[in-house]
């Protein structure tokens, strides 16, 4: 079947006509595909994280010293997805700053590739075709209020994993793509 553009195209779930490059926090959740458990499990109410998880926290936390103009704030990693929070803070000095899908396209492009190296000299777990679902959430945050609710929201996510639609166990469990 050939590439028919009226039912092969994908919907931008961003907001249309905003500058992903301009200033500002960003509420991000990128989910391993198909849904997969690979950074660790939650035992009363904390993250246990695996290797993997490992990794990624690694590879998060290290996104400031490799990228000028990327700052992080909240942080939490769940067995089979992450939220964050980017703050682009663009200046003068930097002369093609990152736009918030190139700071998630080269998150996930290297976690990708170290879980490739973990598979292979660690017996990590292996994955089909791809360790990231292709695309993200993301929720532009407008003001401080807002802010602290993400950060709250990050924070005890763990805590509300039982009742995560995310949760491959939970009876109302979104299908993965």
Not at 4 to 15: E, F, K, N, Y
Not at 35 to 56: D, E, F, H, K, T
Request: hydrophobic share 35%; charged share 20%; proline share 7%.
């Amino acid at each position: 079947m050939g590439y028919d553009p009226d039912r092969h195209h994908r919907r931008s779930i961003r907001l249309k006509g905003y500058d992903y490059a301009q200033a500002g926090a960003y509420f991000v959740t990128i989910c391993v595909h198909q849904r997969r458990s690979l950074l660790g499990q939650i035992i009363n109410g904390s993250l246990q994280p695996s290797p993997a998880g490992v990794m990624v926290q690694q590879v998060w936390d290290e996104m400031p010293q490799h990228y000028a103009g990327v700052e992080l704030d909240a942080f939490t990693l769940m067995p089979n997805h992450i939220h964050g929070i980017i703050v682009l803070c663009p200046t003068e000095a930097i002369a093609q700053p990152l736009t918030l899908g190139d700071a998630v396209h080269r998150f996930k492009s290297f976690t990708t590739a170290q879980y490739r190296k973990g598979v292979y000299d660690q017996n990590w777990e292996p994955f089909a075709g791809r360790f990231w679902q292709r695309n993200y959430y993301e929720h532009i945050i407008r003001n401080e209020q807002s802010l602290n609710h993400i950060r709250h929201y990050i924070a005890t996510n763990p805590q509300r994993w039982v009742d995560d639609t995310l949760n491959p166990s939970h009876p109302k469990s979104i299908s993965p793509p």
